[in-house]
Nanobody, 127 residues
């Protein structure tokens, strides 16, 4: 089992940047596919980005491709989401997710593809 704690959210102006972090407990972090999702008020939770166990493979939602970068440091049990060129449409609660031995494609692009979730961190982008 793994516990996830997100941090790094906040208020930023449009065009600005933020980096989210997700710290994971446990000794087998490198065996987990990790993902970032977000949920805006009144909307369903949606896929943002995912990264494979070793970090060599990534996938992004079309809406963030080229602006967001997911990365991980397995020595620190941490996954990151670097967010650039933020717009008000990026305003949401951002959630970190993990799946032991999971896929970073196919099911890895879906909420149902993950077993563990953090509590979320709020990102608000002002216009």
């Amino acid at each position: 089992q793994v516990q996830l704690v997100e941090s790094g959210g906040g208020l930023v102006q449009a065009g600005g940047s933020l980096t989210l972090s997700c710290a994971a407990s446990g000794r087998t972090f490198s065996s987990y596919t990790m993902g970032w999702f977000r949920q805006a008020p009144g909307k369903e939770r949606e896929f943002v980005a995912t990264i494979s166990w070793g970090g060599s493979s990534r996938n992004y939602a079309d809406s963030v491709e080229g602006r967001f970068t997911i990365s991980r440091d397995n020595s620190k049990n941490t996954v990151y989401l670097q967010m650039n060129s933020l717009t008000p449409e990026d305003t949401a609660a951002y959630y970190c997710a993990a799946k032991f031995g999971g896929l970073w494609y196919g099911p890895g692009l879906s909420v149902k593809g993950y077993d563990y979730w953090g509590q979320g961190t709020q990102v608000t982008v002002s216009s």
